[in-house]
């Protein structure tokens, strides 16, 4: 009887992206290069964690982390990755806003990465998240705020200075920066809408309120990867940055203890905010069918 051959079966494939700036450029900013300390170090140490897991990463600091090579690091992982397979994308820098032109923010702002050469407005981290395939385990970490959430909270908490420089664009860098580019920013929101996927508030702040809006549940259906996404800090809240790493970063490396944490991904969460102080408080989201994905443990591939 002749021999047969016996199929093997896929294993599943990581990779990741991990995008750290301690400036930006002052050309694109206005003037502004909003200097920090650890955000390369940052990357640099999600990149490690990501190999040492097996996981293929890709780093982007501070002058080579453009739009251009962001949204083309996003795209190649989605075109690339099939069900089952992993994505793993890290970002510590800057948090910014623009208008929202499009009428879908409840405050009339559209939160943002401050990448070096040009902010990467939420509806595009959304839209470029939805091209992953059904079944792709996508897990964002963002160690950054959002110069909106803090505007409505008001100033810092007395003491939070010990935590380091906060990683906030200041209002008026916003305003001036969005005003000198207002049709490329205001284009770029109407090309997302004509996009077909709408527009949704970023999975750094608000995806936690895809459980009571209408208009969010609606959207959270065309969403086909299974995403996990932990903020360094709450809405109403302020990341900051550190000598070494931000503090949300090295908090989370500490719980990791170089892979010797042993929970899920709710219990990683749950023990990185055990040990935060109480002005940064990391929050969970979820996107997709995820129920599977929390009870894995921690950047499995």
Not at 241 to 265: C, E, I
Not at 268 to 281: C, D, L, S, Y
Request: aromatic residues 8%; glycine residues 10%.
């Amino acid at each position: 009887m002749p021999a047969t051959k016996t199929a093997t079966a896929r294993q599943p494939t990581g990779l990741s992206l991990h995008i750290g700036l301690n400036s930006v450029s002052g050309a694109d900013y206005e003037g502004w290069t909003g200097p920090l300390a650890a955000c390369e170090y940052d990357a640099k140490d999600m990149a490690a964690l990501a190999a040492a897991g097996g996981i293929k990463p890709t780093t982007l600091l501070t002058k080579a982390a453009t739009r251009a090579k962001v949204l083309g690091g996003l795209r190649a992982a989605a075109k690339a990755l099939v069900h089952g397979d992993f994505f793993f994308l890290s970002y510590s820098g800057h948090g910014g806003q623009v208008p929202d032109v499009s009428g879908e923010e409840d405050d009339k702002l559209d939160e943002t990465w401050c990448l070096y050469d040009g902010q990467l407005i939420d509806d595009e981290l959304y839209l470029e998240l939805g091209r992953f395939a059904a079944g792709v385990r996508i897990l964002v970490l963002s160690d950054s705020c959002h110069s909106g959430t803090v505007v409505r909270a008001g100033p810092p908490a007395p003491g939070t200075a010990a935590l380091g420089r906060s990683k906030m664009m200041p209002p008026s860098v916003a305003a001036r920066t969005y005003e000198a580019h207002k049709r490329f920013y205001d284009d770029l929101q109407h090309a997302v809408a004509k996009a077909g996927t709408g527009v949704v508030v970023d999975p750094d702040e608000a995806l936690a309120g895809v459980a009571v809006s209408t208009r969010l549940t609606r959207l959270a259906k065309r969403f086909k990867a299974r995403a996990i996404l932990i903020s360094g800090c709450q809405d109403n809240q302020s990341s900051y940055d550190g000598d070494h790493n931000g503090a949300f970063t090295a908090r989370l490396l500490s719980v990791w203890n170089r892979g010797s944490f042993s929970g899920n991904y709710a219990t990683f969460h749950a023990t990185i905010k055990a040990g935060m102080p109480a002005v940064q408080t990391p929050n969970l989201y979820t996107m997709g069918a995820v129920a599977a994905f929390l009870k894995q443990r921690p950047f499995t591939v």
